[in-house]
């Protein structure tokens, strides 16, 4: 198969979704959901988490749901309602694994200091 026949081939793959109200606020959750580290990156492969953006992206997303009420349809708002709320809990979740994992180190971090200080005196 030739070059361009395989590139025309990827790009029939490829294939966009329709721009939609649906579409928008999936792909902003789906980001959100990135940030929080629970879904890899498809570009580096890699599960990052940036706490600040996936609550600047859950805000967003409440945002659009206020500047949208009485606008939308059943559907759109009952998928915006639930993602919001999913989002949310995720959130919450994963700060208190984040802070979990930070009280941990700092309880490790005080119980080396005390064994040292009483290996010295």
Not at 10 to 27: D, G, H, M, R, Y
Not at 92 to 120: C, F, I, L, N, P
């Amino acid at each position: 198969m030739r070059r361009a026949e395989r590139k025309k081939d990827e790009q029939e793959k490829s294939v966009v979704p329709e721009a939609s109200f649906p579409s928008l606020i999936l792909t902003l959750a789906a980001g959100a959901l990135q940030y929080m580290g629970l879904v890899e990156n498809p570009v580096t492969k890699s599960r990052d988490k940036d706490m600040k953006l996936a609550k600047h992206t859950i805000d967003t997303l409440g945002m659009l749901r206020e500047k949208t009420k009485g606008n939308l349809q059943k559907e759109e708002k009952k998928l915006l309602d639930e993602l919001l709320y999913d989002l949310k809990m995720k959130y919450v979740r994963a700060k208190g694994k984040e802070g979990d994992s930070k009280e941990s180190k700092e309880r490790e971090q005080a119980q080396e200091v005390s064994s040292k200080k009483k290996e010295v005196g």
